[in-house]
Nanobody
Framework: QVQLVESGGGLVQPGGSLRLSCVAS????????IGWFRQAPGKEREGVSC????????YYADSVKGRFTISRDNAKNTVYLQMNSLKPEDTAVYYC???????????????????????WGQGTQVTVSS
C-alpha cells in the first residue's frame, strides 16, 4: 500500500523551530518531486516548499524563504522540512505530497499546482502560539 506519513508537528512558541518528516512506505520516493503544502482554516492550500527528484532544485514561498529548509534523503525514503523562526501565521496543517516530474515544468511551477501531485499524506498540525 502506497503511503506518505508526516510527523513532527506540534505546538511551538513564536521564534521556535520544528522539523517535519515525510516518510514514504510501499514505494520509492527517488523518482518523485516532493512538495510541502499547508492549509490554514478558511484559507486555500498553498505550496510552502518543493524539491526535485535529486534534491538539486528547490523552491520556497516568499513567506518562508530564509526560515524553512527542505531536504530529502532518498536512502531513507524521507523528505524533511526544517522550520525555524516560526511565526503565528505559520500555523496550519502541513501536508507532504509526491508527484512524478512534469516535463518542462520547474519545481517552482509544480509548487503552485497542488493537482500536479498524485499522493498526499494525512497532514500534521503546526501551531505557533505563545
Amino acid at each position: 500500500q502506497v503511503q506518505l506519513v508526516e510527523s513532527g508537528g506540534g505546538l511551538v512558541q513564536p521564534g521556535g523551530s520544528l522539523r517535519l518528516s515525510c516518510v514514504a512506505s510501499g514505494w520509492i520516493l527517488d523518482y518523485y518531486a516532493i512538495g510541502w503544502f499547508r492549509q490554514a482554516p478558511g484559507k486555500e492550500r498553498e505550496g510552502v516548499s518543493c524539491i526535485g527528484t535529486s534534491g538539486g532544485s528547490t523552491y520556497y514561498a516568499d513567506s518562508v524563504k530564509g526560515r524553512f529548509t527542505i531536504s530529502r534523503d532518498n536512502a531513507k525514503n524521507t523528505v524533511y522540512l526544517q522550520m525555524n523562526s516560526l511565526k503565528p501565521e505559520d500555523t496550519a496543517v502541513y501536508y507532504c505530497a509526491a508527484g512524478p516530474p512534469v516535463f518542462d515544468m520547474t519545481v517552482e511551477a509544480m509548487c503552485a499546482v497542488p493537482n500536479a501531485y498524485d499522493y498526499w499524506g494525512q497532514g500534521t498540525q503546526v501551531t505557533v502560539s505563545s
